[in-house]
């Protein structure tokens, strides 16, 4: 069975809790595709979207779906300040995508640190 480019049974890659007790994680398989066809600059960063998932700056609510949910952490990239955003879907508990942006989306924010 397929969910979001996902097997259901796959190996999970990792799984956070976050600070509004939300529980995503992300499979193997999902994030390779993350890492291999959507940002390929994004391979190795796993790190950096777990903390980010753990300790977001600030949090927010997609304008166009409900239940996506945006969560953003400044890093350094490429010598350079940037945002890390993170999308997940909170109904489903699992990473959508994983980006770097110099600008943070509209959107309602719901959480900051």
């Not at 799984?15 to 999902?30: A, Q, R």
């Not at 940002?39 to 949090?59: A, D, G």
Request: with cysteine.
């Amino acid at each position: 069975m397929m969910r979001c480019g996902k097997k259901m049974n796959e190996s999970i890659k990792f799984k956070v809790e976050t600070p509004l007790n939300m529980t995503i994680s992300v499979s193997e398989g999902y994030w390779n595709y993350i890492t291999t066809v959507k940002h390929p600059y994004m391979r190795n960063k796993e790190e950096n979207v777990v903390e980010t998932l753990k300790y977001p700056e600030s949090i927010r609510r997609s304008r166009t779906d409900k239940n996506v949910y945006l969560f953003y952490r400044q890093i350094i990239y490429g010598g350079k300040q940037y945002h890390l955003c993170v999308v997940v879907n909170r109904a489903e508990g699992f990473v959508i995508t994983a980006y770097i942006t110099h600008r943070i989306k509209e959107g309602q924010e719901i959480w900051r640190r």
